[in-house]
């Protein structure tokens, strides 16, 4: 009894230095732990790994801000590394709004990097941000060169090898929104419902269950849901002999199981440390009372 009592005393301080050490170590140390990928995973990865380069451009929209990069920037990462290593054209628009123009920014960053034989403008193109919200997604499905007029860097439209006869949703296979806001909803209200285009959606873990009711109607042809999402597809590329980079999610996903293990582990000995305390105190009582 006196092992749960000292145990049911313990400074927090060591609680938070345990967390702290098991979601360290695997960051610094990997263990890759198994990830078996869910379908709507599966269905949006199968969607863009069909694409080709003469079939289409794959749209993505970074829709979020510092405070949700863990769980979607390595989402976004994988999509862009998947059609830029397939030879698909893909386009990055920085989102809706103008606070997550700096995650489109550094992905295409990154892209620059790990793939320097592939060309702005000819492989992949940034169209950087517009102001509208509900409007640009409408102005898309019309003209994309009214829209937008210059990319990110300021060229013309017109001087984007890549984007030559794609003029609107007509000429875009799939819209990827990457969002940490309401922002699918928009894509799929004045996008795939007034336009019909595929969307495919990545989104915060809090998020997910909102859109599965999308996703079995079709509207969505497929979400990557959290952190775990994000991991599956990671999953998947290295699976299907695509680069992954570091898989940051799946690295993530190693830290957050430990780290959540670590928690259950101390709750369960925390009720079970009190009920024997209380049964212990209870049996001293008792025996006070018949002195």
């Given at each position: 009894?006196?092992?749960?009592?000292?145990?049911?005393?313990?400074?927090?301080?060591?609680?938070?230095?345990?967390?702290g050490?098991?979601?360290?170590?695997?960051?610094?140390?990997p263990?890759?732990?198994?990830?078996?990928?869910?379908k709507?995973?599966?269905?949006?990865?199968?969607?863009?790994?069909?694409?080709?380069?003469?079939?289409?451009?794959?749209?993505?929209?970074?829709d979020f801000?510092?405070?949700?990069?863990?769980?979607?920037?390595?989402?976004?990462?994988?999509?862009?590394r998947h059609?830029?290593?397939?030879?698909?054209?893909?386009?990055?628009?920085?989102g809706?709004w103008?606070?997550?123009?700096?995650?489109?920014k550094m992905?295409?960053?990154?892209?620059?990097?790990?793939?320097?034989?592939?060309?702005i403008g000819?492989?992949?193109?940034?169209?950087?941000?517009?102001?509208?919200?509900?409007?640009?997604?409408?102005?898309?499905?019309?003209d994309?060169e009214?829209?937008?007029?210059?990319?990110y860097?300021?060229?013309?439209?017109?001087?984007?090898?890549?984007?030559?006869?794609?003029?609107n949703?007509?000429?875009?296979?799939?819209?990827?929104?990457?969002?940490?806001t309401?922002s699918?909803e928009?894509?799929?209200m004045?996008?795939?419902?007034?336009?019909?285009?595929?969307?495919?959606?990545?989104?915060?873990?809090v998020?997910?269950p909102?859109?599965?009711t999308f996703?079995?109607?079709?509207?969505?042809?497929?979400?990557?849901?959290?952190?775990?999402?994000?991991?599956?597809?990671?999953?998947?590329?290295?699976?299907?002999?695509y680069?992954?980079?570091?898989?940051?999610a799946?690295?993530?996903?190693?830290a957050?199981s430990?780290g959540?293990?670590?928690?259950?582990?101390?709750?369960?000995?925390?009720?079970?440390?009190?009920?024997?305390?209380?049964?212990?105190?209870r049996?001293?009582?008792?025996?006070?009372?018949?002195?």
């Open positions: 009894m006196k092992f749960w009592q000292r145990f049911l005393n313990l400074d927090r301080k060591w609680i938070f230095l345990g967390i050490l098991v979601v360290i170590i695997p960051l610094l140390f263990l890759r732990l198994p990830v078996k990928p869910s709507p995973v599966i269905d949006l990865f199968n969607r863009i790994d069909t694409l080709g380069v003469d079939n289409g451009v794959v749209w993505v929209v970074t801000d510092p405070g949700t990069m863990p769980e979607l920037m390595p989402m976004t990462m994988s999509v862009l059609c830029l290593t397939k030879g698909t054209p893909v386009v990055l628009h920085g809706l103008p606070a997550y123009i700096g995650m489109a992905a295409m960053d990154n892209i620059a990097v790990e793939f320097p034989d592939k060309k000819e492989d992949y193109v940034f169209l950087g941000y517009i102001p509208g919200v509900t409007a640009v997604i409408l102005a898309i499905g019309i994309i009214t829209t937008f007029g210059t990319d860097y300021g060229v013309p439209y017109d001087s984007l090898p890549m984007m030559e006869g794609v003029k949703y007509e000429d875009i296979s799939i819209i990827v929104d990457i969002s940490g309401r699918p928009y894509w799929l004045y996008g795939q419902q007034r336009y019909g285009v595929d969307v495919g959606i990545g989104c915060t873990a998020s997910a909102s859109y599965y996703l079995q109607s079709g509207q969505f042809v497929g979400m990557m849901g959290g952190l775990k999402g994000a991991a599956e597809y990671e999953e998947l590329m290295e699976r299907y002999g680069p992954t980079g570091r898989r940051p799946t690295v993530g996903m190693d957050q430990f959540h293990l670590l928690i259950v582990v101390l709750v369960i000995l925390g009720n079970i440390g009190y009920f024997i305390v209380r049964r212990g105190e049996k001293v009582g008792i025996e006070r009372r018949k002195e």
